[in-house]
């Protein structure tokens, strides 16, 4: 896989070897491949009913919208309370 990106939006300095790098947007990296993934394919496969449509998984779409935590938490029951 070759990508160019501009140098500012990519950190080289993650891995000693560097055989890492990280991207300052790795999602927008993510759907960049995707997007070229899927118009590659999408130029090969026949629109038919019985082939299924891919369909992105919710935890891909979704950011977390409730990150609260709880502060306290029941107190758990003895053996004897539980009987």
Do not use: C
């Amino acid at each position: 896989l070759n990508i160019e990106i501009p140098l500012e939006l990519v950190d080289i300095n993650v891995h000693p070897t560097k055989m890492e790098v990280k991207f300052k947007d790795e999602k927008e990296v993510f759907r960049g491949v995707l997007a070229i993934i899927r118009s590659g394919l999408n130029a090969h496969v026949i629109d038919s009913p019985w082939i299924p449509r891919y369909q992105t998984p919710d935890f891909l779409v979704k950011e977390a919208t409730d990150r609260s935590r709880t502060s306290s938490f029941l107190p758990l029951k003895t053996m004897e309370e539980a009987a």
